[in-house]
């Protein structure tokens, strides 16, 4: 229904799609703060078992904040027209959104080998479950960049607001999961 | 009295045409593609008045398998001693007859039914169903928008309600039987699944169920919450929406931050049962071995549950707020008192929604002086609470009232929201709440003030917009028996149980005969029972009725059969995809002119006169 989405129409300055990805992040914030504060909860009640987090995971911290700023460089050469640049730049995006899943799985195996597992106390349960179901949030937004380099090798290059609009969206996604990662490292870090 | 009825003059047409926003919608619209197929039509209809009815019939189906599976415990309830052969051919091996003929219902069986009852009648009818239907049909419509912000989205939306509903009515069918260990699925009965029978793939049924319609709320309330706050037409302002959008507005919002809690809590549940993790289960022997599974506390369970599980009686009750405030503003021909303390009551009572959840645990060993903090919050909501009825009390009071099916159940909403809010007031003090937890007065009190009164408002909305949603008016003699009859027996069967929860009757037993404190409540017990088949034969005619009305009811004349101010009804009978066939009306005054200088309507379409004030804006 074009008809629906006529522009100029628009009450407030954002388009209704970006607002519904804004709303759809609070929606996962609510879910990640529940199960940090499950995390606060369970702590409070004893028998917790106290580790520091392999170093692995600040490699991988920096790897998803390089891939933010990367990403969004790509956009900034997509609406300048810079064509090479912005391929480029998706690319180097992709693969570092890739590292940052492989260091992840690097990470879980580091903490297996510290004696801290899956099944054992809550403490590094609760770890592995949070982090996993991050990383399931940012293999979502690994696929979304996929769809971009489709497009951005496929299609013709053409700078137009459906297409801002789309970069956007990706944009605005692996910028919430790269910011959750932080939280999580953050809280992990000073939570223990 | 305000109510002189001069019709006031005004040419709809040419008013939309006029003032209304053009959006050029034929040009976009090449023939009537949306209604070329029967399957993108009635199927994968993008069409949210077409997607509202979807929601409506799935949560009339639950409804009656949830109230019949209520009729099958309540014959144990309140027959223990008669047999149940009869019900072989339907439930199978959960009757088991003796040699003497005697048919009796396994005990396991009872306690899914139990549970299964709660699941379907709180999520599938009274979320999905309530919900569900009324922010379809009323939010694009009521804002003047051409369709949800995505109708694609939306109509997933209800797919994956249709795949919930599909995976828990499989359950249904298990050999070990559905999941079994209440609505509320505490763990240790959740979490493992050795722990009774439904608990195995029962359970597991149960939350993939669940997690899919978690994902229907999240993206059926992400698109309302999108859809009135951009796509509202030109003059909607926030305080010119009718109580009705603001209610669904506001429960989208609070699904959308409630319901991802709960995701997390079945996410944990999922890998104590299936990776064996430890969140919720701690020390525990089965069949006299040791689990390996050490520190994890069931009360978090409870915690993550309930804060969901709080909203969520708001989420329940807040669209059946809407509804009646729209209602009997209608048919009393006078605005809704109070407006604004209307929109403060409901963002009030969000906000607290968030913050009283450990009234639910007050017996699970949660500190006194934490439970003092929940106890006043939880008194607090009886504020906003009190001012909303005592609005609707005044709305009626002096109106020139149409006492017809839909604003017979919405007065019947009042009644019933007062009785069973004062029975929370009860419970929401501890001290009371150890006597009461887990007893038949918290049954009686959350169907009164939830489960009736939310039905009642569905029955309101229902009979007032049958005819935008088919056409053709309900019948209303029908209608009426259906509201007597609905209305005291509602009362013959919960009035009595807070006199068998006083007496410390605890929910959730099989049977009470062979325990020699509650025995003397056979009787009562027995007329609770044949109370509730009563009620369920009118629900089956108010099926009928529904089914019947669709093709032979009487045929809609008129594009505003109610006088109403409300943009739904100056859409054509037969609305195509799109609702308005020109221009999107625009919209000059609030919802609520009724009986305002001597005219006993005045639609939101008509512009104001030169020096009129505004109604939403006292
Ligand atoms: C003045 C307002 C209210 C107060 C103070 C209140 C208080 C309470 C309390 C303290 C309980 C826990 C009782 C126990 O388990 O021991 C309870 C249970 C419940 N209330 Fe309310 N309530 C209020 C209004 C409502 C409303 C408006 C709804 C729904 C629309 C509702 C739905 C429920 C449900 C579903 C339960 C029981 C859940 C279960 O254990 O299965 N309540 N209420
Ligand atoms: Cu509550």
Known sequence: ?192 | MTNVSTPIQYDEEKLIKEQGFDDHFHDHHHGDKYKSNFITTYIFSQDHKMIAKQFLITGIFWAIIGAAMSIIFRLQLGFPEESMAWLKPILGKWITINDAGIGTLAPEFYYALVTMHGTILVFFVLTAGLSGTFSNLLIPLQVGARDMASPFLNMLSYWFFFLAGLVMFISLFLSTGPFSGGWTAYPPLSALPQASSGSGAGMTLWIVSLVLFVVSVLLGGINYVTTVLNLRTKGMTMWRLPLTIWAFFVTAILGILSFPVLASAFFLVMCDRGLGTSFFISEIFIGGQALDNVGGSPILYQHLFWFLGHPEVYIIILPAMGLVSEVLSVHARKPIFGYKAMVFSILAIAFLSFIVWAHHMFMSGVNPFISNFFVIFTLIIAVPSAVKVFNWITTLYGGNIRFNSAMLFAIGFVSLFISGGLTGIFLGNSAIDIQMHDTYFVVAHFHIVMGIAAFFGMFAGIYNWYPKMFGTFMNETLGRIHFWGTMIGAYAIFWPMHYLGMAGVPRRYYRFDNFDAFSHFADSNKFITIAAIIVFALQILFVINFFYSIKNGKKMTTKNPWGANTLEWTTPIDAGHGNWPGNIPAVHRWAYDYGKDGHEFIPQIVPMREGEKDGGDH
């Open chain 1, 1 to 192: 229904m074009n008809a629906t989405l006529t522009e100029s129409h628009y009450r407030n300055k954002i388009h209704p799609k970006k607002f519904a990805l804004w709303v759809a992040c609070a929606s996962m914030t609510m879910m990640f703060a529940a199960f940090t504060s499950a995390y606060i909860v369970r702590q409070a009640s004893g028998n917790w078992l106290e580790f520091n987090l392999p170093d692995v995971f600040s490699y991988s911290t920096g790897v998803i904040l390089a891939s933010s700023i990367v990403l969004h460089c790509a956009y900034i050469a997509f609406k300048k027209r810079n064509v090479f640049l912005y391929k480029g730049l998706l690319v180097l995006a992709l693969l570092l959104g890739i590292a940052f899943v492989v260091l992840q799985y690097q990470g879980w195996l580091a903490m297996e080998k510290m004696g801290v597992q899956l099944t054992g106390n809550p403490s590094g349960s609760f770890v592995y479950v949070i982090s996993g179901l991050h990383a399931a949030h940012v293999l979502g937004g690994i696929s979304a960049i996929i769809v971009a380099l489709v497009h951005a090798f496929a299609l013709k290059f053409k700078v137009t607001k459906v297409r801002i609009l789309r970069f956007e969206l990706t944009l605005t996604y692996w910028h919430f999961v790269d910011l959750l990662w932080i939280y999580l490292f953050l809280f992990f870090i000073y939570q223990k």
